[in-house]
């Protein structure tokens, strides 16, 4: 996901601080993984520098920098561009998954072991999602899902495999 | 926009502790014993063994024709394995006479399928009161308690349609009350989403187990769906006609 073009859709929303974008990206997409300060001001350094965003003077208060950032016309005509852009239809591939049933085959160990143990912790991680769901709110439930249905994606490709073992071990074994 | 949305456990948090509670100490109600049973020539248990404990949901998954929806019928008492044992309680199922199976069928368990299980010419209420008939209830009083479950289950004002006045999901969650009402200590079910699109089949399983967790009620649920497995406290994968042992024959 693009850092830069989520905080300025964040900042269209009216001019705000650096700390209160930082706050916002943590709560929305941060997810575990909360943006570092000094990203957050070297990246809205940037888009000013690059006609995206205006800084304002910095403020006299004590603290971390306080310096209100607005979008401006041509941030905004990015936003926009990208909000109407499909992501890459390319899903970043459980390619550890991908690997270690190969491996397992070229090396004739297991695959049908790794898999189901695979399957086993990609049913666990439904579960907490789904009981998650019940408790959380509607943008926990919306991410939820989100995963969710990846992960069965993931297990729909698990079983696909499981079912063709023996074709794969002879398509990659020499 | 002053409140961001936050908490403390969001759902990118990785790893955790299980949510579902660990049943491992609970009573075994329902089990099979190395249950074999082939239709003509054709095989589809082939030393099939599961327990399942008091209380506990479990899901029962497999690839199409493993032998999971035979295995279920055996557990039911609806198919009496060729060999193996099948227990409830404390009672052997298999060795009971057919007219002792369906009489304890109709008293202890209940079922919900896939679909198409709604008598049409009956009403949602009268369909939902039917198993409590069977077994014997006054009919004020097997209505009594049918009504009950329509605001539990969101059909408020449905109790006097038929089944072609029914949507999917609200025919699908008659019949989920049906399956309750009798208050069963165990229900089977049967790919009960199968036929709905994933919003009413989230609903039923929302509602299905909420209901069986009040209730106490264990549930044995046959799915190829990984969504509605994920209801379960745990999934049996079923292949060849055997309970793959990393998913817990013995539990």
Redesign the interface.
């Known amino acids: 996901m693009s850092v830069p073009l989520t905080l300025l859709g964040l900042l269209e929303?009216g001019p705000s601080h650096g700390y209160d974008l930082k706050?916002?990206y943590d709560?929305?997409f941060g997810?575990?993984?909360p943006l570092r300060y000094s990203q957050v001001y070297a990246t809205l350094s940037r888009l000013a520098r690059d006609g995206k965003a205006v800084a304002g003077p910095v403020e006299q208060e004590a603290g971390p920098e306080r310096r209100r950032y607005v979008i401006t016309a041509e941030g905004m005509a990015d936003v926009q561009r990208w909000l109407a852009e499909p992501a890459p239809p390319e899903p970043d591939l459980q390619s550890e998954l991908f690997a270690k049933v190969v491996l397992a085959l070229m090396l004739d160990r297991p695959a049908n072991?790794y898999l189901?143990?695979q399957?086993?912790a990609?049913?666990?991680r439904?579960?907490?999602?789904?009981?998650?769901k019940?408790r959380?709110?509607t943008?926990?439930v919306l991410?939820?899902d989100h995963?969710?249905y990846r992960?069965?994606a993931d297990?729909r490709w698990i079983?696909h495999t499981a079912?063709r073992l023996d074709l794969l071990a002879r398509a990659v074994r020499r | 926009m002053d409140r961001p949305h936050g908490g403390p456990a969001g759902p990118a948090r990785q790893g955790g502790t299980p949510v579902t509670a660990d049943r491992t100490g609970a009573a075994k109600i329902v089990e099979a014993r190395g249950l074999f049973l082939s239709f003509g020539e054709t095989p589809a248990l082939r030393g099939a063994s599961l327990v399942v404990r008091q209380g506990e949901i479990v899901a029962v998954m497999g690839p199409s024709g493993s032998g999971k929806s035979t295995l279920l019928h055996c557990l039911a008492g609806i198919l009496v394995p060729d060999e193996g044992q099948v227990w409830f309680g404390g009672q052997r199922l298999d060795a009971l006479s057919d007219d002792r199976r369906s009489a304890l069928r109709r008293d202890r368990f209940g079922f919900v399928f896939q679909s198409g299980q709604l008598v049409p010419e009956l009403t949602a209420e009268e369909n939902v009161a039917l198993p409590l008939l069977l077994s014997g209830t006054r009919r004020g009083a097997a209505t009594t308690a049918a009504r009950k479950w329509f605001p539990t289950l969101g059909l408020d004002g449905l109790e006097g349609r038929r089944s072609g006045e029914l949507s999917g999901g609200q025919a699908q969650r008659v019949a989920l009350a049906r399956g309750l009402v009798a208050s069963p200590e165990v229900l089977f079910a049967d790919e009960p989403t199968g036929s709905l699109d994933s919003m009413s089949g989230e609903l039923v399983m929302d509602l299905l187990t909420a209901a069986v967790r009040e209730q106490g009620t264990t549930v044995v649920l046959v799915t190829h769906d990984a969504r509605v497995a994920a209801y379960a406290d745990r999934e049996v994968i079923v292949r060849d006609g055997k309970v793959s042992t990393l998913s817990g024959a013995e539990a």
Do not use: F, P, V
Not at chain 1, 126 to 132: F, G, N
């Open positions: 929303r706050r916002d709560a929305y997810r575990g993984k072991g189901d143990i399957r086993a990609h049913l666990q439904m579960r907490e999602l789904t009981e998650l019940r959380g709110d943008l926990d991410l939820a995963i969710i992960l069965e297990l079983d079912a």
